[in-house]
C-alpha cells in the first residue's frame, strides 16, 4: 500500500509538472513580442527575397515621406494671396505684386511671379508663362511619385516569385527525402508562403500611401488652375 501512494505521488508530481512546463511554454510564445515575432517571419520566409521586398519598402516609404512633406509645404491659401495680389496690383502696380509673390511659398506664388514678370509684354504673353510655367510646377508636384508606383508592382511580384521559388526548395526536400511527408511539405510552404505575405503587405502600405499623394497633388493643381483663372483676370482688369 505504502509503495501505491509513492507511485501515485510521483505520478502526480511528473503529472503537475508537465502541465506548468506546457503553460511555461504557452505564456512563453504568448509573452513573444511584435518585433520577435516579425523577426522570426522574416528569418523564416528567407533573408533573400525578404530582404528585396524590405528594400523595397524602405526606397518606398522614404519617397512617400518626402513627398508628403513637399506637398504640404508646396500646400497654401490661394484665395489669401489671390486677394494680396490684387492689391498690391491696385496699391503699387506689378512690382508690389512680385513682392508679394516673392515673400509667398508654393507653386501657386511661382506662377503669379511668372505671369506678372511678363505682363508688360501683353497679357497673352503673361498667360502663356502661367500656362507654361504650371506645368513646370505639376512636374515638381508629380516628382518620383512613378518610382513609388514601381515600388507597390515589385513587391507582391517578389513575394510571389520567393513563393515559387520556395515551392521548388519544398518538392526538392520531398525528392530527397523520397517520401511525401506532412511535416516537409508543410513546412516548405509556410516558408514559401510568408514571402506572398511580406509582399502583399508593402504593396498595401505603400499604396495607401501613394493613394493620399496623389489626392494631395490633385487638389494642389486644382488650386494652380483656380489660381492661375483669378491671376489673369486680375491682370486683365489691370491693364485696362
Known amino acids: 500500500m505504502k509503495k501505491v501512494v509513492n507511485i501515485l505521488s510521483v505520478t502526480g508530481f511528473m503529472f503537475f509538472g508537465a502541465i506548468q512546463s506546457t503553460f511555461a511554454q504557452e505564456a512563453a ?3 513573444r513580442t511584435f518585433h520577435q515575432e516579425l523577426k522570426l517571419r522574416f528569418i523564416e520566409g528567407g533573408p533573400g527575397f525578404m530582404g528585396i521586398v524590405l528594400v523595397a519598402l524602405i526606397l518606398g516609404l522614404a519617397i512617400a515621406i518626402e513627398r508628403i512633406i ?9 484665395k489669401k494671396l489671390v486677394a494680396s495680389v490684387d ?3 491696385s496699391a503699387g502696380g506689378v512690382e508690389a505684386a512680385k513682392e508679394v509673390c516673392r515673400n509667398s511659398k508654393g507653386p501657386v506664388a511661382s506662377i503669379f511671379y511668372q505671369g506678372l514678370d511678363r505682363v508688360d509684354d501683353g497679357i497673352d504673353s503673361a498667360e502663356k508663362a502661367i500656362v507654361s510655367y504650371g506645368g513646370v510646377q505639376m512636374g515638381l508636384l508629380e516628382k518620383n511619385i ?3 508606383s514601381l515600388f507597390i508592382a515589385l513587391a507582391p511580384m517578389l513575394g510571389f516569385m ?3 521559388i520556395g515551392m521548388i526548395g519544398a518538392f526538392d526536400a520531398i525528392a530527397v527525402a523520397n517520401d511525401i511527408s506532412p511535416a516537409v511539405v508543410a513546412g516548405g510552404i509556410k516558408v514559401a508562403l510568408l514571402t506572398t505575405v511580406f ?3 508593402v504593396a498595401i502600405i ?8 496623389i489626392s494631395k497633388v490633385d487638389s494642389i493643381v486644382n488650386n494652380m488652375e483656380d489660381a492661375s483663372i483669378s491671376l489673369v483676370d486680375l491682370l486683365v482688369k489691370y491693364k485696362k
Not at 513637399?70 to 490661394?78: H, K, Q, R, V
Open 199 to 201: 509582399g502583399l503587405v
Open 206 to 213: 505603400l499604396q495607401i500611401f501613394y493613394n493620399y499623394i
Open 87 to 89: 492689391e498690391a496690383l
Open 146 to 148: 512613378s518610382w513609388l
Open 162 to 164: 520567393g513563393t515559387v
Open 29 to 31: 510564445e504568448q509573452s
Open 70 to 78: 513637399y506637398l504640404n509645404m508646396a500646400t497654401t491659401n490661394t
